[in-house]
């Protein structure tokens, strides 16, 4: 009997390990191992359910210059995935009886000359503050990094003017976000990095979670980084961000926050998607308006913004999401109120994480993901492209496919883009992007029928 106890343990092991494994983690790796392996995807995933893990994988490095490989633990810029973070500060000050969100703009910077604006139209992008960016990369001495303080002296000298009167519109503003960044420091007598460790990160237990923007001033470094790095087409390798003259921006602005600037892990992020679920830090009541449409996005997509994240209604349920850009990263955290779906994608090299949780979503729902596949042109003759050609519409936007020849192109009004048939019914896109156009044939060799292909999903285009 002690001679089969261990292996009766070992079976028993297996079993449960079988029973835990979700029925769609093995579509959700080998979809995303294709986008890995023919669009370059890099970066960490996870995806949850009810709070428990289902799915959670590395893909790549975390260092295309030493290859370095990712971790569980890998630490990622989340550009503005941070800005739910920064608004959970706004919002415990508020719970503690330090502001108000009606509270103006002027009130705690008299030298900015933006007035009857509020800190409510500052969290729900309604305030019409322009963009320091631009500005700042017109007349900023590159030789310096800038700091929140000096973006704000920059904005109250050179006095750039509001987009619009607050509270008549939506755009979203990177420098709202910042300066509410400011205004907890004003109000706490704290770093924004102090604040948001004590308030936030050490009480969940994000233990892999800091304010991180002193790589480039202050020389500073995090065990397990993972290095955020761009594509170069002519040079075929990846190369970071710093490097590449049009992108110099990510080191003079290096030094602002509230935008963006929070790191973490996707195990850290999950932590946080549960707090935000439980309000665990907030009041019930502040944590519902959090996360409450407070202003229109769009009417069509029934789309809205609370403070700091997105709230839309999508064929799979209600949607709290918030995605991240910044050199080197793409980043999307998305909750399925619904079905309490987690999905977390972090990319370090810039890979469509926004599409990639979209991919996953469409598995765990059970719908139709193709996966990535290399795709090779077919000698193209112009009496096959000329069967393709005309007007289609997606999702109410419109778009032409135009032949000149022997070659074919999408035009919109982005411009234009060349594409490549690879079979007598399909096209695909020479940007490298995994985006397709599959046909139907009908009567006399016409197009019955016309898909676009996204990242595996299939959309059904409109012949116009």
Not at 185 to 209: N, R
Not at 216 to 222: A, E, G, H, N, Q
Request: with cysteine; net charge neutral; aromatic share 10%.
């Amino acid at each position: 009997m002690k001679k089969l106890f261990p292996l009766f343990c070992i079976v028993l092991f297996a079993c449960n390990q079988k029973e835990k494994t979700h029925p769609a983690a093995q579509q959700m790796d080998e979809y995303l191992t294709g986008l890995q392996k023919y669009y370059r995807f890099n970066g960490n995933v996870l995806v949850a359910e009810n709070g428990k893990i289902v799915f959670q994988k590395s893909y790549g490095v975390a260092n295309f210059d030493s290859q370095r490989l990712l971790n569980d633990t890998s630490v990622f810029e989340l550009a503005s995935v941070s800005k739910q973070f920064t608004a959970t500060g706004i919002l415990l000050l508020k719970d503690k009886g330090k502001l108000l969100l009606t509270d103006s703009l002027r009130h705690y910077f008299p030298e900015l000359p933006y007035s009857n604006i509020t800190l409510w139209h500052m969290l729900t992008h309604t305030s019409g503050l322009p963009d320091y960016e631009r500005p700042m990369t017109e007349k900023w001495d590159k030789s310096k990094i800038a700091f929140n303080n000096d973006m704000i002296a920059f904005l109250a000298k050179e006095k750039p003017a509001v987009s619009f009167e607050p509270g008549k519109k939506w755009e979203y503003s990177n420098t709202a976000y910042a300066i509410l960044a400011s205004i907890i420091e004003k109000v706490s007598g704290q770093t924004f990095a102090e604040f948001m460790k004590q308030h936030i990160f050490q009480p969940l237990d994000m233990t892999h979670t800091r304010i991180y923007n002193t790589r480039r001033s202050l020389k500073d470094t995090i065990p397990n980084y993972a290095y955020g790095f761009v594509y170069d087409d002519s040079l075929k390798k990846h190369l970071l961000p710093d490097s590449v003259p049009d992108l110099k921006f990510v080191i003079y602005l290096d030094g602002i926050q509230g935008d963006g600037i929070v790191n973490s892990t996707t195990n850290d992020l999950l932590k946080w998607d549960r707090a935000i679920k439980n309000h665990t830090l907030l009041k019930e009541e502040t944590q519902n308006e959090m996360l409450k449409g407070q202003a229109i996005v769009d009417t069509a997509k029934q789309s809205t913004y609370g403070f700091g994240v997105f709230i839309e209604k999508t064929d799979f349920g209600n949607i709290i999401s918030h995605s991240g850009g910044w050199p080197g990263y793409v980043t999307m955290l998305v909750r399925n109120t619904d079905k309490d779906q987690t999905y977390i994608v972090l990319s370090n090299n810039s890979s469509n994480s926004t599409g990639i949780s979209n991919g996953l979503q469409h598995i765990m729902a059970g719908k139709e993901v193709l996966t990535a596949y290399e795709h090779k042109e077919i000698a193209p003759d112009s009496a096959s492209l000329a069967v393709f050609a005309g007007d289609y519409e997606l999702n109410g936007a419109k778009f032409k496919l135009e032949q000149r020849g022997t070659k074919i192109y999408r035009i919109n009004p982005l411009g234009e883009l060349e594409l490549k048939q690879e079979s007598p019914t399909k096209l695909f896109y020479s940007d490298g992007s995994d985006r397709q156009i599959e046909f139907e044939l009908g009567a006399g060799k016409k197009v019955s029928k016309a898909w676009l292909i996204n990242l595996g999903i299939k959309t059904e285009l409109k012949k116009l």
